[in-house]
């Protein structure tokens, strides 16, 4: 069970997450839609790490004007490639999916660990 302390805490993440990420969500947008377009997957996943990783495609380098974050475009497939989901779990992975033409998939890789995130494309405020 979960403990208090840790439900502030992943709130507190998700809503600074949010603020960080909300530059790039008009470019987090059109790569999915290019991904899906190009049918190079249904299920694109974008990668935020404030660190290098060996995953998809580097859309945004961190620093300056960019933020703190690593932005790279990948898919369920890669994802399930490299075994980051379980080819057995792809399935429930699918079922979890949003719909991306409202949503945007984020793999956040931080201090808290790995999380999937689903941020709305258009977020208000």
Not at 35 to 40: D, I, N, Q, S
Not at 51 to 77: D, P, Y
Not at 90 to 102: E, M, R, S
Request: glycine content about 6%.
């Amino acid at each position: 069970m979960m403990k208090q302390e840790d439900e502030i805490s992943n709130v507190e993440y998700f809503l600074t997450l949010r603020e960080e990420i909300k530059p790039y969500l008009d470019l987090l947008g059109k790569a999915s839609d290019k991904v899906r377009e190009e049918k190079v997957s249904k299920y694109p996943i974008f990668v935020i790490s404030q660190e290098e990783v060996s995953m998809g495609i580097k859309l945004v380098k961190k620093g300056g004007r960019s933020g703190n974050w690593n932005v790279f475009a990948s898919t369920l497939e890669e994802f399930v490639a490299k075994k980051l989901v379980h080819k057995n779990r792809a399935q429930n992975f699918i079922q979890t999916y949003k719909d991306p033409d409202t949503f945007i998939c984020i793999f956040s890789l931080s201090e808290l660990g790995a999380k999937f995130l689903f941020l709305p494309r258009q977020l208000q405020g």
